[in-house]
């Protein structure tokens, strides 16, 4: 059989105040047109569907929209859990009553695993949870750790033996090699007492893994992170997005990552600023600029801005903050009034444009303070 891993959506991410429900809209009918062209039947969904436990309601019209076109027009089935952005209350919902269409929403760790068998295949489906909770489930108080939870966790369960397993769960499980991490990830807890070794999962055929949102292999080839829909941060922008395409036959298990294309990437410039301003023009995709200047560049923010729209975020990989030309005459501040300087100021630091409201109340205080030179 065959089936497709995704995970970390965070369906109604919004980055530096741009919404990127659009965008993720477009990707997930890319998956589906994907199933639908290639005959594939099944979603495993590994958590963090939404990006906020009280999600927006444009993000949850989109899952509505997505789950309802992949199970009723197309007839697929959905196996989906929680991640740590959910709100496990507001997913489990109605779920008992959705089984029946083909979509199993798991939102909180059952005490005795029910797999969902699917041509053969047994999918044990273990939501994002903390040791609290299963200190609770099983009145266990030393259960300190998420490796003691998810170790004995697993060992109360009972698994088949002659069929094929698949874990899909949302918990950071980690290898002999560090994991590739990023911005947008959120920890789970201080001082790596949320890792858990990989090697409690060797009993299954295939680990479908959600929570870190680069994709990668975990030290075995069966146990994967799909990695995030799309980019979510800019140290993201050499990463590949997109879904696992899983396959399950009498050979073995194997696995492959599909590149999704969104409609706006999550671009990165680098070099001097006299170079990036001749750069080929990007009109559509998020721009971040950094620059190997080692002096600050007097307005310049607002002129990349007029040649990439989108640019989000500027800043410098080679800063002379001691050089004797890092002066406010060298970046003709004596020729900007306060309000500029400030303006600026703002831009090299926040990476983007002071609003208004910020700017009303710079130009509250500086009024204060020349009524207070005056007197």
Known sequence: MKFIHLADLHLGKIIYQNNLIDIQ?????QVIDYMNDQDIDVLVIAGDIYDRAVASRESITLLNTFLSKLILKYHKKVL???????????????TSLLVDQGLYIVC??????????????????VPFFKPSYIRYLYENDDLKTYQDAFAYYLNQQTFVEDHSKVLVTHQFIAGNKEVVRSESEVILSVGGSEIIDVDLCKG??????????????????YVRYAGSLMKYSFDEVNQVKGMVEVTIDEKGVCSKIIPLKPKRDLIKLTGKYEAVLHYPNNENDFIAVELLDKQMIGHGYERLKEKYPHLLQLTYKKL????????????DMDKNSPLDIFKEFYE??????MDSKSQEIIEELLEEDALYDAH
């Open 320 to 331: 002379d903050i001691k050089g004797e030309n890092h002066t406010a005459s060298s970046l």
């Open 204 to 221: 299954f055929d295939y680990v479908a893994l959600g929570h870190i949102h680069a994709s990668q292999k975990i030290k075995y080839d």
């Open 108 to 125: 909180y760790p059952e005490k005795e695993i029910k797999p969902i068998i699917i041509e053969g295949v047994y999918f044990y489906l």
């Open 25 to 29: 809209e477009d990707l997930l009918n």
């Open 80 to 94: 989906m859990i929680t991640g740590n952005h959910d709100s496990s209350e507001r997913l489990n919902f109605a």
């Open 348 to 353: 090299k630091m926040k990476g983007e444009e």
